[in-house]
């Protein structure tokens, strides 16, 4: 997995609450049997016209915010479906970092699995990045995973919060298999036990 | 010297008795009893598998099934040529891992959260995943079961377990006699409308109560299914006689252990006096059915209401998404929603596509023609046949309905099957999100009967005036 230390770029407000996957990524993308080429499908519905042409006034099509690397969201983002292919697809497109208040479950545990890191923070410092990167001159942000911050400019920085075991897989690009197949002997104690213990599910 | 217990909830006694290792408090390695797969969410984790040479650690406790982009029709030529990859790709990962898998011209292929109780596979105390967020449906047996991502997939199939945060304790209580017409899709629609798509974030719902215990396991079924809906991890009922009858006929029901695996799930049920983190009370007595009139299954009213106004909330961001939704689903505050048109109605999607479903729904339209396009899609080859045996597919075909092949279909549009934009449609699926059946279709969630009753009169309306 890439690592994830410390970036720079440009951030893009996209305030809606209860963003669903199925908005993120639309279930005729999901054909594929590849985890990458979704990024051009992002937000499909809303993001073009019957015609294949760019709607104007959607976020990600404004010349400035189509380099984005950070979404800053509305609540609830990523309710809905477990497909990673909108982890893929925000992915495909750029993005490595969200910003909100509150993430649906499934789609915050497949953003760390893509080395995407996705910051919850209270809605009070929500709003006042927004303030900021509403100007497309005050649009870039800093994130700094080692030191837990964000930099909104010289003087203002916020704190987050990360569990430490993700902060470690994201900081170093870890594949959690490869450390879960190190306690093969955990496992197998598990299994044996199990069979004793309750032998109907012992296939 | 005795050791003190404290009491524990269903989910603290799954969870427990599954961890492989606790890392720490935040991440814990959690065993994995069964892993269901299907087409669209595994085949970039066998991509992965082979990338580093890595084995399925158990196949005969992972299961392979069809469903989400199987066709409903003419299932011999499949024609779109991306679906196909798909499906075969399936079939074929599972042939060169040793899964067992139900091809899609098995009379035994269906929905995969309709198959694993169908065949036994899901029971009580089990942890169960699958890359499918209504994985929750298996929690109406007591069992841990959610959904997951590619990359997780990835990992239950290399390891046989997860690394995942113990999820808090949140218990909804049903209390009361269900009214006439009202089902058990009636009553999530009512607790979502309640608790938001958000009030489950970071729980597992248990539900409980008198309601609950009343309720057949397909009612249990289409309330845990819909728990991701509230945004809960997990579902849970506790199990019961209800649950042991159910799982004795399976095939795959624990037979020469059948006594010792009912006494163990006998002791599954929380314990008293465990404590919740968040608890809910609702009674049912004056429910009247639900119906969603917005782009969120939270925006549920009671049939009998109308359309609500947004200038009435004072949240400015749930106010923009209120008028967001009226928009899209070309709806006026104000109208009532029993003067609403339906163009299509969908039966079907692993929260309404069991016997129960199509019994309750073939007797509202018994003798009655439709006056929308409606199509029947059973959640299984095993329920079709059932459904046929019983002369329901007479019924529906003769009301003019169309009675498909059993698969995912509609409710998430990724087949052949899918509104045209502008198409209303009343549907017993589980999301009415933007798109969801189809770019720029309008999506009504409601009960089987309801949509049954939207079916013979054109619009929506209280089923039980015509029952």
Same mark, same amino acid.
């Given at each position: 997995?890439?690592?994830?230390?410390?970036?720079?770029?440009?951030?893009?407000?996209?305030?809606?609450?209860?963003?669903?996957?199925?908005?993120?990524?639309?279930?005729?993308?999901?054909?594929?049997?590849?985890?990458?080429?979704?990024?051009?499908?992002?937000?499909?519905?809303?993001?073009?016209?019957?015609?294949?042409?760019?709607?104007?006034?959607?976020?990600?099509?404004?010349?400035?915010?189509?380099?984005?690397?950070?979404?800053?969201?509305?609540?609830?983002?990523?309710?809905?479906?477990?497909?990673?292919?909108?982890?893929?697809?925000?992915?495909?497109?750029?993005?490595?970092?969200?910003?909100?208040?509150?993430?649906?479950?499934?789609?915050?545990?497949?953003?760390?699995?893509?080395?995407?890191?996705?910051?919850?923070?209270?809605?009070?410092?929500?709003?006042?990045?927004?303030?900021?990167?509403?100007?497309?001159?005050?649009?870039?942000?800093?994130?700094?995973?080692?030191?837990?911050?964000?930099?909104?400019?010289?003087?203002?920085?916020?704190?987050?919060?990360?569990?430490?075991?993700?902060?470690?897989?994201?900081?170093?690009?870890?594949?959690?298999?490869?450390?879960?197949?190190?306690?093969?002997?955990?496992?197998?104690?598990?299994?044996?036990?199990?069979?004793?213990?309750?032998?109907?599910?012992?296939? | 010297?005795?050791?003190?217990?404290?009491?524990?909830?269903?989910?603290?006694?799954?969870?427990?008795?599954?961890? #492989?290792?606790?890392?720490?408090?935040?991440?814990?390695?959690?065993?994995?009893?069964?892993?269901?797969?299907?087409?669209?969410?595994?085949?970039?984790?066998?991509?992965?598998?082979?990338?580093?040479?890595?084995?399925?650690?158990?196949?005969?406790?992972?299961?392979?099934?069809?469903?989400?982009?199987?066709?409903?029709?003419?299932?011999?030529?499949?024609?779109?040529?991306? $679906?196909?990859?798909?499906?075969?790709?399936?079939?074929?990962?599972?042939?060169?891992?040793?899964?067992?898998?139900?091809?899609?011209?098995?009379?035994?292929?269906?929905?995969?959260?309709?198959?694993?109780?169908?065949?036994?596979?899901?029971?009580?105390?089990?942890?169960?995943?699958?890359?499918?967020?209504?994985?929750?449906?298996?929690?109406?047996?007591?069992?841990?079961?959610?959904?997951?991502?590619?990359?997780?997939?990835?990992?239950?199939?290399?390891?046989?377990?997860?690394?995942?945060?113990?999820?808090?304790?949140?218990?909804?209580?049903?209390?009361?006699?269900?009214?006439?017409?009202?089902?058990?899709?009636?009553?999530?629609?009512?607790?979502?409308?309640?608790?938001?798509?958000?009030?489950?974030?970071?729980?597992?719902?248990?539900?409980?109560?008198?309601?609950?215990?009343?309720?057949?396991?397909?009612?249990?079924?289409?309330?845990?299914?819909?728990?991701?809906?509230?945004?809960?991890?997990?579902?849970?009922?506790?199990?019961?006689?209800?649950?042991?009858?159910?799982?004795?006929?399976?095939?795959?029901?624990?037979?020469?252990?059948?006594?010792?695996?009912?006494?163990?799930?006998?002791?599954?049920?929380?314990?008293?006096?465990?404590?919740?983190?968040?608890?809910?009370?609702?009674?049912?007595?004056?429910?009247?059915?639900?119906?969603?009139?917005?782009?969120?299954?939270?925006?549920?009213?009671?049939?009998?209401?109308?359309?609500?106004?947004?200038?009435?909330?004072?949240?400015?961001?749930?106010?923009?998404?209120?008028?967001?939704?009226?928009?899209?689903?070309?709806?006026?505050?104000?109208?009532?929603?029993?003067?609403?048109?339906?163009?299509?109605?969908?039966?079907?999607?692993?929260?309404?596509?069991?016997?129960?479903?199509?019994?309750?729904?073939?007797?509202?339209?018994?003798?009655?023609? #439709?006056?929308?396009?409606?199509?029947? #899609?059973?959640?299984?080859?095993?329920?079709?046949?059932?459904?046929?045996?019983?002369?329901?597919?007479?019924?529906?075909?003769?009301?003019?309905?169309?009675?498909?092949?059993?698969?995912?279909?509609?409710?998430?549009?990724?087949?052949?099957?899918?509104?045209?934009?502008?198409?209303?449609?009343? $549907?017993?699926?589980?999301?009415?999100?933007?798109?969801?059946?189809?770019?720029?279709?309008? $999506?009504?969630?409601?009960?089987?009967?309801?949509?049954?009753?939207?079916?013979?009169?054109?619009?929506?309306?209280? #089923?039980?005036?015509?029952?």
């Amino acid at each position: 997995m890439e690592k994830f230390t410390k970036l720079s770029g440009v951030a893009a407000p996209f305030t809606r609450i209860n963003v669903d996957t199925d908005l993120i990524i639309p279930a005729e993308y999901l054909k594929t049997i590849r985890r990458t080429g979704l990024g051009k499908h992002l937000f499909s519905y809303i993001r073009y016209n019957d015609d294949g042409s760019q709607k104007k006034e959607f976020i990600l099509n404004k010349a400035h915010y189509k380099k984005s690397i950070i979404l800053i969201t509305g609540k609830n983002f990523g309710c809905g479906s477990s497909r990673e292919h909108a982890v893929w697809a925000l992915k495909d497109f750029g993005i490595k970092c969200l910003i909100g208040a509150e993430f649906a479950d499934i789609f915050y545990n497949n953003c760390f699995k893509n080395g995407i890191l996705p910051i919850i923070l209270n809605q009070f410092y929500i709003n006042r990045i927004i303030k900021k990167i509403s100007s497309e001159k005050t649009s870039m942000l800093t994130v700094d995973l080692k030191k837990q911050i964000i930099i909104m400019d010289q003087n203002e920085v916020l704190k987050f919060k990360v569990d430490s075991y993700r902060k470690k897989c994201l900081l170093e690009g870890l594949d959690d298999i490869s450390l879960t197949l190190n306690k093969d002997t955990l496992i197998s104690k598990y299994e044996f036990n199990l069979k004793k213990k309750l032998p109907w599910l012992d296939k | 010297m005795l050791q003190h217990q404290s009491p524990k909830t269903l989910f603290d006694k799954i969870w427990n008795s599954h961890l #492989v290792d606790k890392k720490d408090d935040v991440n814990q390695l959690l065993y994995i009893d069964l892993h269901l797969i299907h087409e669209v969410t595994s085949p970039q984790a066998f991509e992965g598998l082979r990338l580093f040479n890595r084995k399925v650690r158990q196949p005969k406790k992972t299961f392979a099934v069809p469903d989400h982009n199987v066709p409903t029709l003419n299932r011999d030529n499949i024609e779109d040529k991306l $679906s196909r990859t798909q499906l075969e790709t399936l079939e074929k990962n599972t042939k060169d891992f040793g899964i067992e898998f139900f091809p899609i011209n098995d009379i035994r292929q269906g929905i995969v959260h309709i198959i694993g109780p169908e065949q036994g596979l899901t029971q009580p105390g089990m942890t169960i995943v699958c890359g499918d967020s209504h994985t929750s449906t298996h929690g109406a047996f007591g069992a841990l079961a959610f959904g997951i991502g590619t990359s997780e997939v990835e990992h239950v199939l290399a390891t046989q377990t997860l690394i995942q945060n113990p999820a808090k304790n949140m218990r909804i209580n049903l209390e009361g006699n269900m009214p006439f017409g009202i089902t058990a899709k009636d009553l999530i629609l009512g607790i979502i409308g309640k608790i938001g798509t958000a009030g489950g974030t970071g729980h597992v719902i248990e539900y409980s109560g008198p309601t609950i215990q009343k309720l057949s396991m397909e009612g249990r079924m289409t309330i845990c299914n819909m728990s991701i809906e509230a945004g809960a991890r997990a579902g849970l009922i506790a199990p019961d006689e209800t649950t042991f009858n159910y799982i004795k006929s399976k095939p795959r029901a624990p037979k020469k252990n059948w006594e010792e695996a009912v006494n163990f799930w006998k002791k599954l049920p929380t314990d008293k006096g465990a404590q919740y983190n968040k608890e809910e009370f609702l009674s049912v007595d004056k429910l009247d059915p639900q119906v969603t009139w917005g782009t969120s299954p939270q925006d549920v009213v009671s049939i009998k209401d109308r359309v609500p106004d947004p200038s009435n909330e004072s949240d400015a961001n749930r106010k923009n998404a209120m008028e967001r939704s009226l928009e899209y689903m070309d709806l006026k505050p104000g109208t009532k929603l029993e003067d609403v048109k339906i163009d299509q109605v969908f039966i079907g999607s692993c929260t309404n596509s069991r016997i129960e479903d199509l019994r309750e729904a073939a007797k509202v339209i018994k003798g009655k023609s #439709v006056k929308t396009k409606a199509m029947v #899609v059973p959640g299984s080859g095993l329920v079709k046949q059932q459904a046929e045996k019983e002369g329901l597919d007479k019924i529906f075909k003769e009301a003019g309905f169309e009675w498909r092949d059993s698969g995912c279909s509609m409710c998430l549009a990724m087949n052949a099957d899918k509104l045209k934009a502008g198409e209303r449609c009343a $549907s017993t699926s589980n999301r009415n999100f933007e798109g969801r059946q189809g770019k720029g279709g309008r $999506s009504h969630l409601m009960s089987p009967i309801m949509a049954a009753a939207a079916a013979v009169t054109g619009h929506l309306i209280d #089923v039980r005036e015509l029952i």
